[in-house]
């Protein structure tokens, strides 16, 4: 079977490119006064902000979660400052906003989820008169590159928003070029678990469902239609080929191919079970995206020529002008943690320390 | 004496050291005798049954018991729909170890025992569903049950109609006379001492308080001063045997007169 | 009259071991009523009777690694939650109460969480669970008796008061937990779910819930003692205050071990003593053995459907809850109907 057509299906046409956007995601108007110079982030805007700007300046405040998120993975090794970017803004960690605090920083935008609990986590912001830019979870290409824009214009930095959507398009566009070559290969299924205690996976309909198969794999849960949990049963129907593992949670492959109750799963008898890397954003986003995917299309499709350590390497001297030594590359990699597993040699270093 | 199977001497008993609930109380209780304490409510009788069933360290005084000694409260309740057999078997308690059950001679007992009362039919009843007197003779079965020679009972027949008053009196007696038993109870009703006790301990700050024959103690001017209502002992017969009993006396209160009474309330003062 | 059949318990035993086959051919994935009986011979048979093993991998797998563990896991986990109710209810004197109405599970569960955030081993968790559900019943209990005049009420208001207390620490816990790593762990003990049993969670609860409610069993006739109140359960000869805490002791190892493998499961421990009292009457000398059999079968009838109703599991806590709080209403409507006084 070919992977050839439908991969670039989702990526979207670059039309409007010269065009800034003037409304957030939620269709209300922009911050009269743009480029905004302190902003107040809840969610995953904090790492392209960073990107964008290459600093934490126009950051006046971010929820802990996001901060953690920074400071854990490799961007805290491009923007050390962002440990330092006051991480109260959220009253529960996450989304929940703590006005009076957002209004101690008399940020001129701040930027919050739409569509997601708004009368809890938009309202209190409008009630209290600031200034909101409303942001819709990313579900596709085409959201990805327009969030891009959003942020790019925000943070006046339209032309570099431009250049990191045109590195992405380009980045999957090699991706599909490398899958189509691979002519009558089948497409493994993979089962991605979000969590292993109690057993949550990616399941249909979702973004990160689409990136399987965009990685030229196929959702093995491409049945289940809302998040929860399943049974290992459930796991031993499916029995997929390949495992992935959240990149941050406490998982890890061995347990895995020490637990009896995998011994039946394909994944574990073939040691096809994998912990996604850490990157610096979770190995998701616009930034590391495209990395994701390769890193899962040269486990999936191990004919694939073998060039993930360097595209991760190139792409944060690219963007953070960070040179990753080969010990980051292993700890973003889980270079330990996977090392038991099929095809992961070709991500190590040649000769390990 | 060797029959004694109580003998308590100056017992008080204090919550803190400065509020006695009551002192110096002395008695004893022989085989076969029944003493009847008297007193107004919230004197301390529970308190001092506690002290006597050994439930209870005494502040001052001492308590010596020669026998076994059995309980039974005030009209029993349980929450728990426990057949009557049930709960007379809980009168073995003492003599089953802690994590063993009891067995066909434990059972064999307490039908015995229910038979004696003539309870034997009411055994797979629920005992919630008795009346008040058959409840408190279950309990009394249960306490002749753990083997006591001395029953202690709380205001046994004070929450009783006057039938089931009457029943429980009348065994209370006959275990003394008949089964030689010693008993123990609290009342507040003189007439019920007056039926069945041999001696009497009355309750009260500044008497003597030494138990004595209830003769001696269940005089007109002795009531009056304990209770501080006049009562009146009254002598009858009935069906040719003679009865002893007191009478309350209800004061009447202004009844009125016909040419001097109060006014009526709907001729107004002048 | 109190009648009660002599066979009903051997009766609910045998249910219950049915209900144990029976388990073990339910779930998601399929193997065949033969293929499960040949499966369980082998496991129950000595080798040379054995059948010959013409399963799959897989199949072995869904039975005996899966289903095994967690059946087994529920029906003590069942049966713990049962003696631990129909216990506290009698050593209360109240039948409305159970481990979760009391505070213990959510005692428990705080303990649990607080071991999770430390890292402590599983036996420290399980210790630690003991040691919060122990805490909750003896704070709860202490509350009560300031209760003025005894009843029903104060128990319950107590038990509201501490497992709030609790409840509000569990929050706590979860706010300082690290997202990542140790929260989803926390969140799924407070659900409730026997979704991970495995081996070493039966391993770990099977010996404390066997010891514990073995120990619960061989003190069933202690608790009509109990029952009586304290002043008659002295005067009989009863040492109330030791024997009270013996089984605080086993009631709150009952409930921490369910807690520590399968987190907070509700209502079960007040509900099935009173369906065990309606089959075998008040007698705790049969109530206890009828409420840990009962308990059993109904944990196993919750946890199948939990497992097979829907493709993604259930939280059984959440079906526990959804059965158990009618019947509550129920029983506090009887209670009241009925007048209960109690001290």
């Known amino acids: 079977m070919a992977l050839l057509g439908a991969l670039l299906a989702g990526v979207a046409p670059p039309a409007g490119a010269g065009e800034p956007p003037a409304r957030d995601q939620r269709g209300a108007p922009l911050p009269a006064s743009l480029p905004a110079h302190k902003m107040v982030t809840f969610n995953s805007a904090l790492w392209m902000l960073l990107t964008l700007d290459q600093g934490t300046d126009r950051v006046a405040g971010a929820s802990a979660s996001t901060v953690r998120v920074v400071t854990t993975g490799l961007l805290g090794k491009a923007f050390p400052q962002a440990a330092r970017v006051p991480d109260t ?12 605090a957002i209004l101690a920083l008399a940020p001129d935008a701040v930027l919050q989820w739409v569509g997601r609990n708004d009368p809890a986590y938009l309202a209190p912001l409008e009630r209290a008169g600031l200034p909101v830019v409303g942001l819709r979870e990313n579900q596709s290409d085409a959201d990805y590159i327009a969030t891009a824009r959003l942020l790019g214009t925000l943070s006046g930095q339209p032309g570099r928003a431009e250049a990191l959507v045109e590195r992405y398009q380009a980045l999957y566009a090699a991706l599909a070029r490398d899958l189509a070559s691979l002519v009558g290969e089948r497409r493994p299924k993979v089962l991605y678990l979000w969590k292993d205690r109690p057993l949550i996976p990616i399941g249909g309909g979702s973004f990160y469902g689409a990136l399987l198969e965009r990685s030229g794999g196929e959702n ?33 492959p061995q347990a895995l191919y020490e637990d009896p109750a995998w011994r039946a799963v394909r994944a574990v008898r073939e040691r096809r079970v994998y912990k996604v890397p850490m990157g610096g954003s979770r190995f998701a986003d616009l930034i590391e995206g495209p990395l994701f995917s390769r890193w899962l299309a040269e486990l999936l499709h191990p004919g694939l020529p073998s060039r993930l350590r360097q595209d991760l390497r190139e792409t944060y001297r690219a963007i953070y002008g960070l040179t990753l030594s080969d010990d980051d590359l292993d700890r973003t990699l889980h270079a330990r943690a996977n090392a038991l597993s099929a095809h992961y040699k070709r991500f190590l270093r040649e000769t390990p320390p | 004496m060797t029959d004694e199977l109580i003998r308590f001497s100056n017992v008080g008993h204090a919550y803190t050291p400065a509020r006695w609930v009551f002192r110096g109380y002395s008695g004893t209780v022989a085989r076969g005798r029944v003493l009847a304490i008297l007193g107004p409510n919230g004197c301390g009788k529970t308190t001092l049954l506690r002290l006597l069933l050994g439930l209870g360290r005494a502040t001052e005084g001492t308590i010596e018991r020669f026998g076994r000694v059995a309980f039974v409260p005030q009209l029993f309740q349980v929450g728990f729909d426990y057949s009557v057999l049930d709960m007379v078997l809980m009168g073995r308690a003492g003599r089953i170890g802690l994590l063993a059950q009891p067995g066909r001679a434990d059972e064999a007992a307490a039908r015995d025992a229910l038979a004696r009362f003539g309870l034997e039919d009411l055994a797979r009843r629920p005992f919630h569903e008795l009346s008040g ?93 304990l209770y501080g209502v006049p009562l009146k002992r009254v002598a009858f017969e009935h069906e040719g045997q003679r009865h002893e009993t007191f009478a309350l006396v209800i004061p009447h209160s202004n009844a009125p007169d016909d040419t001097t009474g109060a006014p009526s309330p709907d001729v107004s003062p002048p | 009259m109190i009648r009660t059949h002599p066979l009903i318990l051997p009766l609910l035993a045998a249910l219950c071991v049915l209900m144990v086959l029976f388990s073990l051919g339910v779930g998601t994935y399929p193997v065949s009523l033969a293929t499960q009986m040949r499966i369980t011979a082998a496991l129950l048979l000595p080798a040379p009777l054995a059948p010959d093993p013409t399963w799959t991998e897989a199949e072995w797998t869904a039975v005996v690694i899966l289903r095994l563990p967690r059946v087994l896991l529920v029906t003590l986990a069942g049966a713990g939650l049962g003696l631990a109710g129909a216990s506290l209810q009698g050593m209360l004197r109240n039948p409305l109460v159970g481990p979760d109405i009391v505070g213990i599970s959510a005692g428990s569960a705080f303990g649990g969480m607080l071991a999770i955030l430390l890292d402590f081993s599983s036996t420290g968790l399980l210790l630690s669970a003991f040691a919060g559900g122990a805490g909750a019943l003896f704070l709860a209990w202490s509350l009560a008796r300031l209760g003025r005049g005894g009843g029903v009420l104060p128990v319950i208001l107590a038990g509201i008061i501490v497992a709030a207390f609790f409840t509000a620490l569990n929050g706590l816990l979860q706010y300082v937990a690290d997202p990542d790593s140790k929260l989803p762990a926390m969140v799924y003990w407070l659900i409730g779910s026997f979704a991970g049993s495995s081996l070493e969670d039966l391993r770990l609860a099977a010996p404390p819930l066997l010891i514990a409610g073995t120990g619960l069993v061989l003190l069933r006739w202690r608790l009509n003692l109990l029952s009586l109140g304290d002043l008659d359960a002295a005067a009989l000869g009863v040492r109330v205050g030791g024997l009270r805490w013996l089984i605080v002791a086993l009631v709150a190892t009952l409930v921490a071990s369910q807690v520590a493998v399968s987190g907070i499961v509700g209502w079960v421990g007040l509900v099935v003593p009173h369906c065990a009292r309606m ?10 053995p009828a409420s840990a059999l009962v308990g059993g079968v109904f944990l196993l009838a919750m946890d199948n459907l939990a497992r097979t109703l829907t ?32 001290d």
């Open chain 1, 89 to 100: 803004v959220a009253a529960d960690g996450f989304f929940l906003p703590n006005v009076e």
């Open chain 1, 220 to 252: 093995a849960a491409a049945s289940l239609s809302r998040w929860g949990a399943v049974t290992m049963e459930q796991i031993l129907v499916w029995n997929p080929d390949v495992v992935l593992l959240f990149c941050c949670g406490p998982a890890r």
């Open chain 2, 133 to 225: 007197g058959q409840r408190q003779l279950v309990i009394l079965a249960r306490a002749l049950v753990a083997g006591a020679d001395l029953l202690i009972l709380d205001e046994p027949a004070s929450a009783l109609d006057l039938g089931n008053q009457v029943l429980i009196l009348d065994w209370i007696r006959r275990l003394a006379r008949q089964e030689g038993l010693g008993v123990v109870f609290t009342t507040h009703h003189p007439h019920h001492a007056l039926a069945v006790a041999d001696r009497v301990l009355p309750m009260q700050d500044g008497a003597d308080n030494h138990d004595a024959p209830a003769s001696e103690i269940l005089t007109e001017a002795r009531l009056r001063a």
């Open chain 3, 279 to 288: 089959l075998v009457g008040a007698d705790h000398r049969r109530l206890l």
């Open chain 3, 311 to 342: 493709v993604q599991e259930l939280p059984i806590g959440v079906l526990t809850a959804v059965v158990g709080t009618p019947v509550f209403a129920f029983l506090f409507w009887r209670s009241q109907a009925r007048g209960w006084v109690l």
